[in-house]
């Protein structure tokens, strides 16, 4: 196997000259002699997804919404899915909770503070205005919570945070287009439209429309397509909506045409291991293309999707890769030199991240106990 060839601009990540150990989950690179983490850009994050059940049951006493069951156990237990469709049913079931500006605040404090432990330094955060807004929430109030915990995530944990507008692809093309007007008062606080939701049978191009009066609002564009649906769903979304980055995309590995063409182009996958084996698009984290994906030459990164209802944020995603597809630090230090150079933010920040990534893999790191 070998890691991604240098991006067609920026630095070249250095390998790395010695072995590091993964922090445990959850662990933060200090001084007091705990490994450092490796750092690295989260850019496939659903903000409704990091709702873990503690937070729900507090929320749904605060605003006294009915849950089938407050037991956490019980709740953790319900997290087992079939497929894409079957996780989706639960997370919707869920998202009543979420109710004000403080609600959404909490939400996104709660992720930040999580992912800087993780090592995370850029977050390119999905959030779906359709269903809170279909849930009797102003949009005005899910924007300021969300942009509020980003200006604290900031100022706490050095975190830099954008947030993308994902539309919901079953409710369809009209319902998206009038999201979007929706949402454009609020311009400033996201920087690009994306398409989430139930995939198969709601193909890219249906969103054509939607998406050029995005790109004319100098919108970012990415889309989720090559989860459940097939190599022609990432066709679609790369030359009809003109997607920079594609969301999962693991189904191009069946087109070898589209193979070529995402690494010629350098096109950003935005992986979701731990997601991919809990909504069983892979049947197990050994089987996953990841290594044929890297070897390939494609510029992938790691994201954990929706780490509350599928076993693990980021740190977690980077760790269980490691032990179950063996990739090495080698590896490990592309996919964050990936992640970086296929995040949209400024090219000195890129470069200033990707220079820790040097550090990370120089030896800064205690050797392996
Ligand atoms: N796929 C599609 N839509 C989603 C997902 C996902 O993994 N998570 C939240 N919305
Ligand atoms: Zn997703």
Redo the contacts with the bound molecule.
Sequence with gaps: MTGLPAGRKGRVCRRPTGQHVLPAPGAAASDSGAPPVLPCAELHL?I??TLEPELLVRLAARNGVRLPTTDLAELRGRYRFTD?QS??DL?YANLPVLRTEQDFYELAHAYLTRAAAAGVRRAEI?F?PQTHMANGVPLAAVVAGLSAALADGSARHGISADLIL?FLRDLGAAAAAETLAAALPFREHFIGVGL????VGYPPALFRDVFARAAAEQLQLVA?AG?EGGPEYVWEALDVLGAQRI??GIRAMEDPRLVDRLRAEQIPLTV?PL?NVA?RVVETLGAHVLPVMLSRGLRVCLNS??PAYFGGYIDDNLAAVRRELGLTDAHLATLACNSFDACFAHDADKQRWKAEVDGYTAGAAPSPR
Excluded at 196 to 199: T, V
Aim: charged share 35%; proline share 0%; aromatic share 14%.
């Design positions: 659903h409704e997804g894409l996780f989706l997370y999905f779906d994902c989430d939701s139930a995939e989720h989860e969301d999962h979701c997601s909504l999707d929706d």
